[in-house]
């Protein structure tokens, strides 16, 4: 049988040099642990414009559309705000989330507990954090139309439509009910049904799905600008959030900070299954391309080592293996390596992004 394939999209900003880490550590497990894949690369963002003009090749896509798992890094930069919206570095990963069809974004926001002093909310609010956001990514106000600017009288108008259907709604809720399942078997669903339609059908389509299938998962409902102050005042409150793309956009970034650093959060994208039973997937960090520090080593790539343990566990069903990595980086924080996004008032000397490699990796040895 031939090895499972990774497409990996490094993309711009630090993109490239965090995900330089992960190869270092694929290719670990492909010496340590026999689990060998066939990596291809490619452009996506910003530096497949500057190839191709477009900031995602067809080809690409292809690939994309025939990998078993794609690795991202992060796209975009300030050389690109000039460009037509339509070839932003963005629109590469949002074609790849809508023609792969990935709906559920799962972003785990986990406080470890060697960093919950960065944290900006008291220890005792975060220290042991571990939450799980599930945005729909697929729908929602980022993809409804009509959309645009047009003119009417002798003003433009900027339009967006917030739009789900129930099938969009059912199969987001119960990857997330399925999630809840296996995890703290709490659930709270996220809109505003008290001025949205769209959240008065959300709510009514979770609550159908609780009540008939998940009768074991304990459901509970809040408004989303609730669900965000709930989220700073007591984060543990909460074991799985489900919410629409716009909502788990905000949130997520929300209960990112809860942990203390950007720099370490994973996120992975997951659309049905192919035929090959592997669902469709994609995993990202889920900070940005950092144009300000990209090429200097400042890096963190714990986000994207992270995520490359979620497509351990969702697409290689290597959930041993991928515990083994977070093993290996929780070890490391905990020995207190840590790059500059880490340090604190007290100061202290940070690793280079290739540094937090080698720390992973020598913790990844140490676990055999
Ligand atoms: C995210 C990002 C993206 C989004 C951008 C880069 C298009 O903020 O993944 O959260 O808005 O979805
Ligand atoms: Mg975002």
């Given at each position: 049988m031939s090895n499972p394939s990774l497409l990996i999209l490094a993309g711009d900003g630090i993109g490239p040099e965090v995900m330089a880490e992960v190869r270092r550590i694929i290719d670990w497990f492909g010496d340590k642990?026999?689990?060998a894949f066939d990596v291809t690369e490619d452009l996506v963002g910003g530096c497949a414009y500057d190839a191709h003009?477009?900031?995602?090749h067809d080809d690409t896509m292809a690939k994309a559309q025939a990998a078993d798992a794609v690795l991202l890094g992060a796209v975009g930069g300030p050389k690109y705000d000039a460009l037509d919206f339509s070839v932003k570095p963005e629109r590469g990963l949002l074609r790849l989330r809508k023609e792969m069809d990935l709906f559920a974004n799962l972003r785990p926001a986990q406080c470890f507990d060697a960093l919950a002093d960065f944290s900006s909310l008291k220890r005792e609010v975060v220290a042991g954090l571990d939450i799980m956001i599930v945005r729909e990514l697929?729908?929602?106000?980022?993809?409804?139309?009509?959309r645009g600017i047009v003119t009417e009288g002798n003003e433009r108008v900027g339009i967006n439509t917030q739009r789900y259907t129930e099938s969009e709604i059912d199969r987001v809720a119960r990857a997330a009910f399925e999630l809840a399942r296996k995890r703290g078997g709490k659930l709270c669903s996220m809109e505003k049904a008290n001025v949205m339609e769209s959240g008065v059908l959300w709510r009514e389509v979770v609550t159908k799905i609780g009540a008939a299938d998940y009768p074991d998962v304990e459901l509970s409902h809040m408004y989303a600008d609730a669900g965000a102050m709930q989220l700073c005042r007591w984060p543990k409150q909460f074991d799985v959030i489900v919410t629409d793309n716009l909502f788990g956009d905000l949130l997520s970034d929300a209960a990112a900070m809860l942990t203390g650093s950007l720099g370490m959060l994973p996120s992975a994208s997951l659309g049905a299954p192919m035929d090959n039973g592997r669902p469709k997937a994609l995993y990202e960090p889920v900070h940005g391309s950092a144009p300000d520090i990209a090429g200097q080593g400042k890096a963190n790539p714990i986000a994207c080592i992270l995520s490359f343990a979620m497509a351990l566990r969702y697409s290689f069903d290597a959930g041993s293996e991928a515990d083994r990595l977070e093993a290996a980086v929780a070890q490391v924080l905990a020995d207190g390596v840590r790059t500059a996004d880490l340090m604190g008032p007290d100061g202290g000397t940070p690793v280079t992004t290739t540094g937090m490699g080698d720390a992973v990796l020598a913790a990844l040895d140490a676990s055999l």
């Open positions: 642990r026999g689990m003009g477009t900031p995602l697929t729908s929602g106000i980022y993809f409804g139309e009509p």
